[in-house]
């Protein structure tokens, strides 16, 4: 079993870059496809991209069209680590992200059904 805890989230200007993280225990990450996820107050949950596992398939990454282009999603195997890189930040960026883990999928799917979660972090974009 995996435990997932995400970090990096705070208040930002509009325009401005954070790089929130997903650090695992318990289990090797390479192992699992990563979701990140994002819902705001009053809003539904929605799926921002994910990362297949490193071990079975050829890394694939894919993006929610409303942050492709702007957020970029990474792996660094020797931390046990999914990095969530969010450039040109939106006031409607604004929600607490999470990420979620799964070791059934082939490769992955954004908004899709994860088996572990993180607790979250807090993005606020605002000037």
Do not use: H
């Given at each position: 079993?995996v435990?997932?805890v995400?970090?990096?989230?705070?208040?930002?200007?509009?325009?401005?870059?954070?790089?929130?993280?997903?650090?695992?225990?318990?289990?090797?990450?390479?192992?699992?496809?990563?979701?990140?996820?994002?819902?705001?107050?009053?809003?539904?949950?929605?799926?921002?991209?994910?990362?297949?596992?490193?071990?079975?398939?050829?890394?694939?990454?894919?993006?929610?069209?409303?942050?492709?282009?702007?957020?970029?999603i990474?792996?660094?195997?020797?931390?046990?680590?999914?990095?969530?890189?969010?450039?040109?930040?939106?006031?409607?960026?604004?929600?607490?992200?999470?990420?979620?883990?799964?070791?059934?999928?082939?490769?992955?799917?954004?908004?899709?059904?994860?088996?572990?979660?993180?607790?979250?972090?807090?993005?606020?974009?605002?000037?």
């Amino acid at each position: 079993q995996v435990q997932l805890v995400e970090s990096g989230g705070g208040l930002v200007q509009p325009g401005d870059s954070l790089r929130l993280s997903c650090a695992a225990s318990g289990s090797t990450l390479d192992r699992y496809a990563i979701g990140w996820f994002r819902q705001a107050p009053g809003m539904v949950r929605e799926g921002v991209g994910c990362i297949s596992n490193s071990v079975t398939s050829d890394e694939t990454i894919y993006y929610a069209d409303s942050v492709k282009g702007r957020f970029t999603i990474s792996r660094d195997s020797a931390k046990n680590t999914v990095f969530l890189q969010m450039d040109s930040l939106k006031p409607e960026d604004t929600a607490l992200y999470s990420c979620a883990a799964d070791a059934a999928y082939t490769y992955c799917a954004v908004g899709g059904d994860y088996d572990y979660w993180g607790q979250g972090t807090q993005v606020t974009v605002s000037s």
